[in-house]
């Protein structure tokens, strides 16, 4: 099992910026493609963002230009700037393999919520 554990949520108000990480256990994060995911309320959750394990990015249309996508292989870390946040991007947002695994837990995930 690789353990995936997100922080950086929180409260701010339309515009403003968060910048969320997430760092996975075990020694193989360095060698595989991740993403963030959101779940809005009542919605299911969705990728967001993507990154390769050589740096390539990818973004929802909803996000692009507002997001940014990075990682860290030496601190077994990947990190989300987001930035012109709006009231749509309230939700839960998680990290895991892009694709997910089918066979490894979910993290909590990390609340962020954007009010108008």
């Known amino acids: 099992q690789v353990q995936l554990v997100e922080s950086g949520g929180g409260l701010v108000q339309a515009g403003g910026s968060l910048r969320l990480s997430c760092e996975a256990s075990?020694?193989?994060?360095?060698?595989?493609?991740m993403g963030w995911y959101r779940q809005a309320p009542g919605k299911q959750r969705e990728l967001v963002a993507a990154i390769t394990r050589g740096g390539t990015t990818n973004y929802a249309d909803s996000v692009k230009g507002r997001f940014t996508i990075s990682r860290d292989n030496a601190k077994n870390t990947v990190y989300l700037q987001m930035d012109s946040l709006k009231p749509e991007d309230t939700g839960v947002y998680y990290c895991?393999?892009?694709?997910?695994?089918?066979?490894?837990?979910w993290g909590h995930g990390t609340q962020v919520t954007v009010s108008s």
């Open positions: 075990g020694g193989i994060f360095r060698i595989i493609d």
């Open positions: 895991n393999k892009d694709p997910p695994w089918s066979n490894n837990d």
